[in-house]
């Protein structure tokens, strides 16, 4: 969840956000009649989310393998690479020998 909460999520939900503007524009006499029951709107979440998800990992993959590494997850257990950590609001702080 740290690797989500650090760069991730916020990406994830304005993309989502963007989808569901996309749609609402394009369906507005469906939202205008309230014809979408709530098993229609959880359907679109999913679709919402799948969307967002691809967008994120295709458009930011860079972004995913980089916090992975900050926050601690993909590096070498031998502590070779711990140079590598870096901890939110202490930039100063070395992690390390």
């Given at each position: 969840m740290q690797v989500l909460d650090v760069s991730i999520n916020k990406l994830?939900?304005?993309f989502i956000k963007e989808e569901e503007q996309i749609y609402y524009n394009n369906n507005l006499d469906t939202f205008a009649a309230k014809?979408?029951?709530?098993?229609?709107?959880r359907i679109l979440m999913t679709w919402w989310v799948a969307t967002a998800w691809?967008?994120?990992?295709?458009e930011y993959q860079?972004?995913?393998?980089?916090?992975?590494?900050?926050?601690?997850?993909?590096?070498n257990p031998n502590g070779s690479k711990d140079h590598e950590l870096k901890i939110k609001d202490l930039p100063s702080i070395a992690?390390?020998?």
């Open positions: 994830v939900k304005k014809t979408v029951n709530i098993g229609q709107r691809k967008r994120v990992h295709d860079d972004l995913i393998v980089k916090t992975f590494k900050h926050v601690g997850l993909s590096l992690v390390g020998d």
